[in-house]
């Protein structure tokens, strides 16, 4: 089969690999689409995590059973299944507590496993056992459903920092997740949307925002107090990987206002500094945002069939498996929305 393997940074070719042949407790997917993750960008630029330094990349996709082993009940060929990074061991701390994304020997599809930039996809029967492959719902296009793997985090961060009815919610970033949490947090029942925006504005209006600030020509922070009437936001989401924007979410929250750490930052530049006396004396409560338990990735699933999320407003750019070097290109350099690989496509489609 075709697959674009990682072989260290800022270096994936397209090539000839083998498919794994499909034990008494696997299935082979052939794989339909798969978005490309900013995560995904990051690795390609400085490498892989638990210093793996070649793996077929790819976390975020879709696709059809073409085969089962004999021990295999939950999954038959021609499933239509959708498909999530976390595999968790089950036993440790964190894991009993259903805490599975904090996993202490968390490992990925995409990293540790084979991913989505491939034909075709082999997953273990231990993968099947501890990680989140789950029947797409009648209704939901296969392209669709490669959206559920981030639309995921967005629900899981969300649910997490009780964004909710009334609620105005500023969001920082106007990419791709920042666009996923507009969505998500006007389906909670948040009254107004301010977005925080840099290079992707026009892609972001069309999400409907009430209010869309240019951090290239505004201050946010005053913007948001100005749109509040000095009190700041209910709830501030860093949807981007620029660690001095947790510094403005600090600044624009309201008292005992609800700032979520969503965005994970370069790793050779992980600090910040946050006004501690802001936190203090206005009771504000900052939280991280990392990943979501299985039940999540299927309620994703249900909120694209329920309308609720619009996938193709996002697929804006795709490719076939022999283009993706473009579209990591486009993905970085803000020209595509999001990024969307057809392994077994031939042309380009961009709008």
């Not at 392209?143 to 909710?164: K, M, N, T």
């Not at 107004?192 to 840099?198: E, H």
């Not at 600044?251 to 910040?272: N, Q």
Request: overall charge negative; aromatic content about 6%.
């Amino acid at each position: 089969m075709k697959a674009a393997v990682f072989e260290g940074p800022e270096r994936l070719s397209v090539q000839e690999v083998p498919v794994e042949a499909c034990g008494p407790d696997d299935i082979i997917i052939k794989v339909h689409a798969c978005g490309i993750c900013g995560s995904d960008i990051r690795n390609f630029k400085t490498g892989l995590k638990a210093d793996v330094e070649r793996q077929i990349m790819g976390h975020e996709y879709s696709g059809t059973v073409t085969e089962t082993g004999r021990n295999v009940t939950r999954y038959k060929v021609g499933d239509r299944v959708a498909v999530a990074p976390d595999v968790n061991c089950g036993t440790c701390y964190y894991c009993r507590r259903g805490w599975g994304n904090l996993c202490v020997n968390h490992r990925m599809i995409g990293t540790h496993w084979p991913g989505g930039f491939a034909e075709f996809c082999h997953f273990s029967g231990y993968v099947l056992d501890h990680g989140m492959i789950h029947h797409i719902p009648e209704g939901v296009d296969l392209e669709d459903a490669a959206l559920a793997e981030p639309a995921s985090s967005v629900i899981a961060a969300q649910e997490r920092a009780s964004v909710g009815l009334g609620d105005t919610v500023l969001i920082i970033g106007d990419g791709p997740i920042g666009c996923l949490h507009t969505e998500i947090a006007r389906a909670r029942g948040a009254s107004r949307i301010i977005m925080v925006g840099l290079m992707r504005l026009a892609e972001a209006e069309r999400f409907e925002p009430d209010a869309l600030i240019d951090a290239a020509k505004q201050n946010p922070v005053e913007e948001v107090l100005a749109l509040t009437g000095g009190m700041g936001a209910d709830v501030a989401i860093c949807a981007n990987p620029v660690a001095s924007t947790q510094e403005q979410a600090v600044e624009s929250v309201r008292k005992r206002g609800r700032v979520v750490l969503f965005g994970g930052v370069a790793k050779d530049k992980p600090m910040t500094s946050l006004n501690s006396n802001l936190i203090h004396y206005n009771e504000l409560v900052v939280a991280g945002a990392f990943s979501y338990p299985a039940y999540i990735h299927q309620k994703a699933l249900m909120a694209i069939r329920g309308g609720q999320i619009h996938p193709q407003k996002y697929f804006n750019y795709k490719v076939g498996l022999d283009r993706i070097g473009e579209a990591f290109a486009a993905a970085a350099q803000g020209k595509a929305l999001k990024a969307l690989v057809l392994p077994h496509g031939d042309g380009e489609q961009k709008r």
